[in-house]
């Protein structure tokens, strides 16, 4: 269900990377991580990477390593889903046009030395069907290390969310998200963007992590990536964001119940419990206060 609004108050530093975002398209916020934090990630990944072997495909690359399912592969990743900053920009942005907002996926992507450039590309074509203008989706890529024009940063076509895909745009017209390692650079779902080139023999290593609308069917099953085992260990906040939580009206229930009691062992029949929006409440009671009046029972 389509929210009509969503009115959020932003401090100006907030304001002004919402409005860059919703402008351009893309922005970059400088040096959110410490050296510390980049380097517990960097711990983390490597024997991830060392075990992976490369991707297959004219998509995902010929010369790229990639890594999903990252919230118990690699635990401080967590604190990058849950950032708060970037949070708030995802549900402003995103939630009036659903009910609540959901992880779509983390992946680490590694693109090594001499890798090709990623062809031009929306990630928001996963869904084949018309957005008219309205935001479904948020990327956010994450600086393991410096992200540079020569080692194959991000290509961003500014502005191009305002128009049509074109597989063949200029890469003339495209610029570099050039930024410092423990920095983030945040993307519309609806962009123009593909992997650089890496001229180097060096590799550049980042982390997406994107959100999109709660009744849209994720880039990565969190089902599968994290079992019944595994979410349980998680903190409710990030159980709710990769999909245990219902989206009004009623949709991704188990046995017709919020399926955080999944999580929680609840056992045995359980009633269903209506999960639906405000409208679709007063729309129901005033169905059922004419139905009265007109003589029924309100059964």
Not at 3 to 8: D, E, R
Not at 131 to 136: A, C, D, E, I, M
Not at 182 to 196: E, I, K, N, Q, V
Request: net charge negative; proline share 7%.
């Amino acid at each position: 269900m389509m929210k009509a609004s969503n009115v959020v108050s932003f401090a100006p530093a907030h304001q002004d990377h919402f409005s860059t975002l919703e402008r351009d398209g893309f922005v970059v916020l400088d040096s959110v991580l410490d050296e510390r934090q980049c380097q517990t990630l960097d711990r983390e990944l490597e024997p991830l990477f060392e075990a992976t072997p490369r991707c297959q495909g004219d998509f995902y690359g010929w010369n790229t390593t990639r890594v999903g399912g990252l919230l118990s592969k690699a635990p401080s990743v967590r604190n990058l889903v849950l950032d708060p900053y970037i949070l708030a920009i995802a549900e402003a942005l995103l939630a009036p046009n659903c009910d609540c907002i959901q992880l779509n996926l983390t992946q680490a992507v590694r693109v090594h030395g001499q890798e090709r450039p990623q062809a031009p590309h929306r990630d928001e074509e996963m869904w084949p069907w018309p957005t008219n203008g309205r935001h479904w989706l948020l990327n956010v890529m994450w600086a393991v290390s410096d992200f540079t024009d020569e080692n194959g940063a991000t290509r961003l076509w500014k502005g191009s969310h305002r128009g049509d895909l074109d597989r063949n745009a200029d890469p003339s017209q495209s610029i570099p998200g050039a930024m410092k390692r423990g920095s983030a650079l945040l993307f519309l779902g609806s962009l123009t963007h593909g992997a650089g080139q890496n001229l180097t023999a060096l590799p550049r290593t980042g982390i997406i992590v994107s959100y999109c609308l709660g009744w849209l069917k994720t880039y990565e099953n969190q089902f599968l990536a994290y079992p019944r085992e595994v979410a349980a260990s998680f903190p409710e906040d990030l159980q709710r964001l990769i999909g245990y939580r219902m989206h009004r009206p009623n949709l991704g229930g188990w046995e017709g119940q919020d399926p955080i009691a999944y999580l929680r062992d609840r056992r045995g029949p359980m009633p269903h419990v209506d999960a639906l929006t405000p409208e679709i409440e007063a729309q129901l009671r005033n169905h059922y206060g004419e139905y009265q009046k007109r003589g029924g029972d309100g059964a």
